[in-house]
């Protein structure tokens, strides 16, 4: 079992920076891959970023450029920065893991967060 406890969501305008963490516990190779997912009202699931403790990285078209997903191996913990918020980035952002990149990056990982709000004002 792992456990995923998310933080740093919030309201911003639009232009501003939020930054996402997520503390992962319990079965290590179950959090080889650490990613954020994120759910709009209305809008289907969609993969945001990944990464593996190895340090491969992949991002959504929608969010490359702006944000910038890394973690602290020593701490289990990844992170999130989100810079030049829009307000379709406005969604539930989940935290994610599982030991295979490709169902992180296609929506379908074994662990999920509690997820927390990310809203940017226009």
């Known amino acids: 079992q792992v456990q995923l406890v998310e933080s740093g969501g919030g309201l911003v305008q639009a232009g501003g920076s939020l930054r996402l963490s997520c503390a992962a516990s319990?079965?290590?190779?179950?959090?080889?891959?650490l990613g954020w997912l994120r759910q709009a009202p209305g809008k289907e699931r969609e993969f945001v970023a990944a990464?593996?403790?190895?340090?491969?990285?992949e991002y959504a078209d929608s969010v490359r450029g702006r944000f910038t997903i890394s973690r602290d191996n020593a701490k289990n913990t990844v992170y999130l920065q989100m810079s030049s918020l829009k307000p379709e980035d406005t969604a539930v952002y989940y935290c994610?893991?599982?030991?295979?990149?490709?169902?992180?990056?296609?929506?379908?990982?074994?662990?999920w967060g509690q997820g927390t709000q990310v809203s940017v004002s226009s």
């Open positions: 994610t893991s599982d030991s295979n990149f490709g169902l992180v990056q296609h929506g379908a990982p074994d662990y």
């Open positions: 319990g079965r290590a190779d179950s959090y080889y891959v």
């Open positions: 990464i593996a403790r190895s340090g491969n990285i």
